[in-house]
Nanobody, 131 residues
């Protein structure tokens, strides 16, 4: 079974940067949508609400209000690989970050932000922002 594999997490000081990567573990058809979700410490995982950023294969990005202007998502369509550049990190960004993907394409921004619409998921990578 193909799933996604995240890398790039770690410990960083407030104000610092990290770059997450996400790639499939095996061969899959072209993905129409990729996204990053996160689960903060002590919170239940909620794919419907915890989107950080999404990007369509056409290059249209979407961001949660809390990260807009600080995070940037990109996608390499040929490799079905997504990246999340995280700058100006804050302690409240501390979470497990999950990559997700879908072979489907959604014209609606709301649909692209809903975790229920993603078929492929990674195991998560820990990001800790602390001094």
């Amino acid at each position: 079974q193909v799933h996604l594999v995240e890398s790039g997490g770690g410990l960083v000081q407030p104000g610092g940067s990290l770059r997450l990567s996400c790639a499939p573990s095996g061969s899959i058809f072209s993905l129409g949508l990729m996204g990053w979700f996160r689960q903060a410490p002590g919170k239940q995982r909620d794919p419907e609400r915890d989107l950080v950023a999404s990007i369509s294969s056409g290059g249209t990005p979407g961001y949660a209000a809390s990260v807009r202007g600080r995070f940037s998502i990109s996608m390499d369509n040929a490799k079905n690989t997504a990246y999340l550049q995280m700058d100006s990190l804050k302690p409240e960004d501390t979470a497990v970050y999950y990559c997700a993907g879908s072979r489907r394409r959604f014209p609606s921004a709301r649909a692209r932000m809903d975790g229920k619409n993603y078929e492929y998921w990674g195991q998560g990578t820990q990001v800790t922002v602390s001094s």
